[in-house]
């Protein structure tokens, strides 16, 4: 699917309050959520967003969430599909438990080809301008006036075209977000981190920030984070006397055999090997 083929059906939209956290859930359908007033933690597939006041979050259908709630927040929320497809389904749809939800449940399968922003949750934060537009929304929706379908479609369609353009054209573009990533790397690569960590230092899903890896540096966070504990050991070998196990323990392997594997992969030697033939001739 692409941008514009979007023509949105809203099957419920309103203001609602919560006051407990949520239990593990699927959505039949698309998630629109905006933050009116307080702060909750939303998780969706073990990674955490921060939603504060005017905080967005957007995301496809089959998605499995959470809120974990301090204090009571208000919240506008739509229930969406891309298309009009499905829209004799009315009214809105409750979540399925997450251990009784099927991809058959799902009312639509929907993959943009020219905005992959969109097919994974995406969270926009100080959505100002966003606010006003959602709220049309809603007042639209709750009057049911004549077309009232027709044009909570056209509103949500402006409301989604805005909240893309906020994502990729905010004052810390991508490439800035990729910055924040490889430094964050670089300076814990030592540690036991994995993708969702490393995504949570940016707000982006896992799978979305480890596309844009590859679009920007031809490897997945996966790969970059591996050279750079090699580069890392390297280093150690050729200017220090550590121990393999030490210098596996630094780089962030989790055992001296993990290291020496991965080692001998990556440059057909065992670190043993590579220590003795070049640390004399460096």
Same mark, same amino acid.
């Given at each position: 699917m692409k941008i514009y083929e979007i023509n949105p059906f809203i099957r419920f939209a309103t203001a609602i309050r919560l006051f407990a956290d949520t239990e593990n859930t699927s959505s039949r359908d698309c998630r629109l959520f905006y933050v009116l007033k307080g702060s909750a933690r939303l998780v969706i597939n073990d990674t955490q967003y921060e939603l504060s006041q005017d905080s967005a979050i957007l995301f496809p259908s089959g998605t499995i969430y959470k809120f974990d709630i301090d204090k009571p927040v208000k919240l506008i929320a739509? %229930?969406?599909?891309?298309?009009?497809?499905?829209? +004799?389904?009315?009214?809105?749809?409750? !979540?399925? $438990?997450?251990?009784?939800? &099927?991809?058959?449940?799902?009312?639509?399968?929907?993959?943009?080809?020219?905005?992959?922003?969109? %097919?994974? !949750?995406?969270?926009?934060?100080? $959505?100002?301008?966003?606010?006003?537009? *959602?709220?049309?929304?809603?007042? /639209?929706? &709750?009057?049911?006036?004549?077309?009232?379908?027709?044009?909570?479609?056209?509103? *949500?369609?402006?409301?989604? #075209?805005?909240? *893309?353009?906020?994502?990729?054209?905010?004052?810390?573009?991508?490439?800035?977000?990729?910055?924040? /990533?490889?430094?964050?790397? =670089?300076?814990?690569?030592?540690g036991n981190i994995n993708n969702t960590d490393i995504a949570e230092i940016v707000n982006y899903h896992p799978y979305y920030l480890n596309r844009l890896m590859i679009k920007y540096t031809k490897l997945?966070?996966?790969?970059?984070?591996? +050279? #750079?504990?090699?580069? &890392?050991?390297?280093?150690y070998l050729l200017n220090t006397s550590y121990s393999i196990s030490v210098i596996a323990?630094?780089?962030?392997?989790?055992? !001296?055999?993990?290291?020496?594997?991965?080692?001998?992969?990556?440059?057909?030697?065992?670190? &043993?090997?590579?220590?003795? =033939?070049?640390?004399? /001739? *460096?």
């Open positions: 739509i %229930n969406f599909d891309y298309t009009q497809n499905n829209r +004799n389904i009315t009214g809105s749809l409750s !979540p399925v $438990a997450a251990d009784r939800f &099927k991809k058959y449940m799902k009312l639509e399968n929907i993959f943009f080809e020219d905005a992959d922003i969109l %097919n994974y !949750p995406l969270q926009i934060d100080k $959505a100002f301008g966003l606010r006003d537009k *959602l709220e049309n929304i809603t007042n /639209v929706y &709750k009057k049911r006036e004549l077309y009232y379908i027709e044009r909570c479609s056209a509103l *949500l369609k402006d409301a989604v #075209v805005d909240i *893309l353009q906020n994502a990729l054209f905010t004052s810390q573009t991508i490439m800035d977000k990729i910055d924040t /990533v490889i430094d964050y790397i =670089q300076k814990n690569y030592s997945t966070l996966h790969q970059y984070l591996l +050279n #750079v504990r090699l580069e &890392k050991a390297k280093e323990e630094k780089c962030g392997f989790y055992s !001296p055999g993990h290291f020496s594997g991965t080692f001998k992969k990556e440059y057909g030697c065992s670190p &043993k090997e590579f220590r003795i =033939q070049y640390k004399n /001739v *460096l």
